[in-house]
């Protein structure tokens, strides 16, 4: 099988730059079958780079956990990238294996077309932006997010950590994407009563042609309503947990380079964007336990951080 020369230079990048692999370490390629291509060309990447490279296969997943085999190769590796069409970055799997000291790089529903357009980043800029951001919200008590289209929603902040999301990943246990651009917390459960328009996109749902109405009391989506992407939305919801509908991130795009796109990787990195997120957040300091987690991304948001403004429609101004 030839592997696509074009994914196989620009995961050379990654592995040697953005995750700083040794090459006395094991990395591990996840893939499935949606994304079997991809995955190839990054085991084709490794061994090329000279490291030790396992290629694993998993099913193709719309929630739970990976299977165990896929989660003892995740827990024995050293570096990581997760390119599976469902999100592994909030399984519990993925914790164990970033606990053990791996460094991951979670790519869910990596395609070619990300692949060749958008991994290529202003990772420096990034950094410093993301880093701001983080710091500032991790101080932060409360973030409040408006829109003209209607949302109007406040979450509390107090006592969650921020994370940047800069695409350097070479410290044990290290979590990001590639391609990266996001501040993003957990905010506090339970508290969250309000409105959100989405206008820009949903996980697993795509590219919205109308807006649709959230609402949420107490941390919880309490009524879906719009056209054709509210009927996929809750059609998606379906056969989810309950908590699937409860709060679970608040997060803004950092990545100039990055367009709205139709897939979550990319599009919750865009700069001038938002993004908030419903069901599992165990992973990044919550206590939401779900077997799915998704991105809502808002367009041209006013966001106040404790009542100073930081974002104007989407202009950030800090």
Not at 108 to 118: L, Q, R, V
Not at 223 to 235: H, V, Y
Not at 282 to 293: A, K, P, V, Y
């Amino acid at each position: 099988m030839e592997a696509n020369r074009k994914i196989v230079e620009a995961a050379k990048k990654l592995i040697l730059n953005c995750m700083g692999t040794k090459m006395d370490e094991k990395l591990l390629i996840v893939a499935d079958e949606k994304t079997f291509d991809l995955g190839y060309g990054f085991a084709v990447a490794g061994r090329e780079c000279g490291i030790e490279t396992t290629f694993v296969e998993a099913p193709t997943q719309t929630k739970g956990e990976p299977p165990e085999a896929v989660a003892a190769a995740m827990e024995a590796a050293d570096v990581e990238f997760l390119l599976t069409s469902m999100s592994y970055s909030h399984v519990k799997a993925r914790i164990v294996a970033t606990e053990k000291g791996a460094r991951i790089a979670s790519m869910p529903m990596m395609n070619m077309e990300i692949a060749e357009n958008y991994l290529d980043a202003d990772y420096p800029f990034i950094k410093k932006i993301s880093e701001e951001l983080a710091e500032m919200l991790t101080k932060a008590k409360t973030v409040r997010v408006t829109t003209e289209k209607g949302t109007d929603i406040t979450f509390s902040a107090e006592g969650r950590e921020c994370h940047a999301d800069t695409g350097l990943l070479t410290n044990k246990g290290d979590l990001g994407n590639l391609p990266a651009g996001e501040a993003y917390f957990a905010p506090i459960e339970n508290i969250g009563t309000g409105t959100i328009v989405v206008d820009g996109c949903i996980a697993y749902v795509g590219v919205l042609e109308d807006d649709i109405k959230l609402t949420l009391a107490d941390g919880m989506i309490t009524n879906i309503e719009g056209g054709k992407g509210a009927a996929k939305l809750l059609d998606f919801l379906k056969d989810k947990d309950v908590e699937a509908k409860g709060i679970a991130e608040f997060g803004i795009g950092t990545n100039p380079g990055a367009k709205i796109i139709g897939h979550p990787l990319v599009d919750e990195k865009v700069w001038g964007t938002i993004h908030i997120a419903f069901g599992m957040n165990l992973s990044f300091g919550g206590t939401r336990e779900s077997n799915i987690h998704y991105d809502c991304i808002i367009n041209k948001p006013t966001v106040y951080v404790d009542d100073v403004m930081i974002m104007k429609d989407g202009e950030h101004i800090y």
